[in-house]
């Protein structure tokens, strides 16, 4: 039985993989498409990938900021998507384009707000090994 389950988990993994490539593909043809002027891949683009920019967006800000931060993001990614070399990166990219979207949401919050302290947060927060990487300034 124990053979069975490791079998059966092995195509899972080998299936997730599969699809996980294949929808990584799909939106490389979709990012190309748009940076040749499609306006209807980007809107594919919006729609695969809005729900992930909203929960980053929800992991930091109050819900009144959430629909603004997502629609910052994708304005953002639409303006440098030109510059976009790596097709299949596309969802690391916009992750890291709502990232900084909903630090700079914050930090603008926290100053109105005269709160130092989540401001020193935000600034900690953009500082982590983990954003310092190579990533797309927005």
Avoid: C
Wanted: net charge positive; glycine share 6%.
């Amino acid at each position: 039985m124990g053979d069975e389950f490791a079998l059966v988990r092995g195509m899972t993994r080998a299936h997730h993989a599969l699809a996980t490539a294949e929808a990584t593909h799909q939106a490389a043809r979709l990012v190309r498409s748009a940076q040749h002027g499609d306006p209807s891949a980007f809107g594919q683009l919006y729609r695969r990938y809005a729900g992930m920019v909203h929960a980053i967006a929800l992991s930091r800000l109050a819900p009144d900021d959430i629909a603004d931060a997502v629609q910052e993001t994708f304005f953002r990614a639409l303006r440098r998507l030109s510059r976009l070399q790596q097709a299949d990166a596309f969802g690391s990219w916009i992750g890291t384009i709502a990232h900084n979207v909903v630090r700079d949401i914050a930090r603008a919050k926290a100053l109105q707000t005269g709160n130092a302290g989540v401001s020193a947060r935000v600034h900690d927060m953009s500082s982590s090994p983990a954003s310092s990487r190579s990533s797309p300034h927005a």
